[in-house]
């Protein structure tokens, strides 16, 4: 019971989760269809591309499992108070910073040179997220339109989570050989 | 054993004799059959075919005893077309795989050439280059062993058959996840990982980058890609039956990265390559950035030349080139002038289109030079002739000059661009290129201003550079003529092809 006073709660943790999949999954699903138009479009069939959108969906999911389980761990990890004591407000500015900076950084340049740039891109990290999290503790308003918002993406689950379900049956389908 | 030429259905000069030809399943002696594609290498900047830099002083003295064809022409200007028309023997306005990271036509994924070769040969095919990867992938079940990208390389990446059964899409969908960023998290993670593990790999050869293939974690060195294409070619001459392989390998496309030795090799040699007007469609590169590209290319085109001749000497040392052929070709070409570097372009003049072909034929000791145009559909019909199998009808190619083929004044070559068209119905936008003897007609249609439909007319012979447009001269209104109707007699032809299917 100790261990479990380490994580944070059930609607938290959602809340936090759902910042993360609004973002990733609609990150994957505009860049997608950007390729739609301009390649896939041309030579591939429907079939084919939603076959090609459910791998990404897939895709997208695990990412998004990646990032909460890195944030509870941070929560476990880290003193109490200083992160898990606001979980939603932090580890929805950690994960809107930290996303945010890689969006700013494929901006920049390509997924080729992203080691050569990754100082430039820690550097703009750092500081956005210092930023926000001292206008959280700072700011009531702030705190409040970051959590509200934490909370309104809670409808995204309900939209991307069973389009990944039905993305893993297609791979499952098209992968039975 | 000792046997003549005819009887691999070459019609080849009969002085010269095949050695230790293999003994197939079916009891037929048939020769080994290699190609080399080394990709994006333009005839343009090859020594061997009279480029002023001594950019491949081991294929001039290698060349003495091969056959070179100076006027042969990629049917693309970028892999997926040139690639394509190679393995099919099909022209792209039939085969389809037109666009960047475009397929063939599903009914034509067996009109390939590990498929009609048969088997009597042992079939292994190798690409560096991702998007050729995609073709081979089409072709796999005709394919004994198709190696992964990574095979001669010095880590392996992510792209990775993992899902058997829907490998193309699976590896179309992980392309765009972990390469171009469609995952924001995975790309990351995997860029991450892959460009700090290649920074540890020690590279004292090369001082600036390590030479790396379509994405960043195929990285390899131009020693070990070559000696691991010896190695493996050795491994095949070890069995009794004959082999046909197919190495499509990276070098010299762009990333430019020769070792330490040729690095900078052509930098400030006095060579001024001719200055020629920006063209409309072109990306806008500067003089002084394409002479620095091209330099680059140069020096790359220079370290891989001295690899094809290491290549070349220890098949010759260990008897492998005495059964037999050995083919070095490409699938396009590249380009540095009119403001464009590379080969991503809509353009089709011939430093993007022309490109190398020299055979080396077991027991020749002679060089031939053959001047008539020919184009890479016609390697299909002539492999195929050289292994004893029957060349399909569909076939769209000829057998080369030297292998039966004939001279035909009257013949063309066309070449053509369309990778902003759909696959699937008729062409919007594209260049088309047909070369006729020593004249060029090059077709815009469907860009911007008067690209919409415009014609360039050029005298190979007379302009080998093509700076002067003869389309307006009356001199040529009748050959003019001519070609246009031939071109659009065969497009209109293709086009009526795909509105019925």
Known sequence: ?????????????????????????????????????????????????????????????????????????????????????????????????????????????TTFEVLANINTWGIFFAICTVILLLLGEVSQFVARVVETMADRCIVFLYIYLPASFISYIIIFVRNLG | MKLGWGIFGGGLASNVLLKSARISKSGKTLPNIIVLVCDAMTARNLSVYGYPRKTTPNLEKLGERAFIYHKHYANGNFTVPGASSLLTGLKPWTHRAINHGGIIK????????????????????????????????????????????????????????????????????????????????????NSLYYQSKVNTIPSEDYPTSLPRATFYDSVFTMKGLFDGIADKILELDEHESPFFSYFHIYPPHNPYTPDKDFMGMFDNDGYEPVVKREHVLSIGSSQ?????????????????????????????????????????????????????????????????????????????????????PSSNIDLFSTILNLAGADIPASNEGNLLLGFGGVEDPDRSIITMEAKESSAFK????????????????????????????????????????????????????????????????????????????
């Open chain 2, 288 to 372: 002084s950035s394409l002479n620095n590209e091209r330099n680059k290319y140069d020096a790359f085109l220079a370290n891989v030349d001295l690899e094809i001749g290491h290549l070349l000497s220890i098949l010759q040392e260990q008897g492998v080139l005495e059964h037999t052929y050995f083919i070095i070709t490409a699938d396009h070409g590249e380009m540095f002038e009119r403001g464009t570097n590379g080969h991503f372009t809509g353009l089709l003049y011939e430093p993007v289109i022309r490109i190398p072909l020299m055979i080396f034929v077991p027991g020749n000791e002679t060089r031939r030079d053959f001047l008539m």
């Open chain 1, 1 to 109: 019971m100790a261990l479990l006073k380490r994580f944070p709660k059930r609607d938290q943790t959602i809340s936090v989760y759902a910042v993360g999949v609004a973002i990733l999954f609609s990150w994957a699903i505009i860049t997608t269809f950007n390729v739609v138009i301009n390649q896939w479009g041309l030579y591939l069939d429907i079939t084919e591309i939603f076959g090609l959108f459910a791998y990404i969906m897939a895709g997208a999911f695990v990412e998004s499992l990646l990032l909460i389980a890195s944030l509870l761990l941070f929560g476990f990890i880290l003193p109490q108070k200083l992160f898990l004591d606001k979980f939603v407000l932090r580890g929805t500015i950690l994960t809107i910073t930290f996303l945010g900076s890689i969006m700013y950084l494929y901006a920049q340049t």
């Open chain 2, 106 to 189: 599903k009914e034509f994924a067996e009109h390939n050439i590990f498929r009609f070769i048969g088997d009597d040969y042992f079939k292994m095919a190798f690409s560096q280059n991702y998007w050729a990867v995609s073709l081979l992938n089409q072709f796999s079940p005709d394919i004994d062993s198709l190696l992964p990208m990574s095979e001669f390389g010095l880590i392996n990446g992510a792209i990775s058959q993992k899902f058997k059964d829907d490998s193309r899409l699976a590896d179309q969908a992980l392309v765009r996840m972990l390469y171009s960023g469609n995952s924001l998290l995975l790309s990351f993670i």
């Open chain 2, 426 to 501: 008729p062409f919007t936008k594209a260049t088309y290129s047909i070369v006729k003897g020593n004249y060029k007609l090059i077709y815009y249609h469907g860009y911007v201003h008067k690209y919409q439909d415009y014609f360039e007319f050029y005298d190979l012979q007379e302009d080998p550079e093509e700076i002067q447009d003869k389309y307006s001269k009356q001199k040529f209104k009748s050959i003019i003529s001519d070609m246009k109707a031939e071109l659009f007699s065969a497009m209109d032809e293709a086009n009526k092809r795909i509105a019925t299917t």
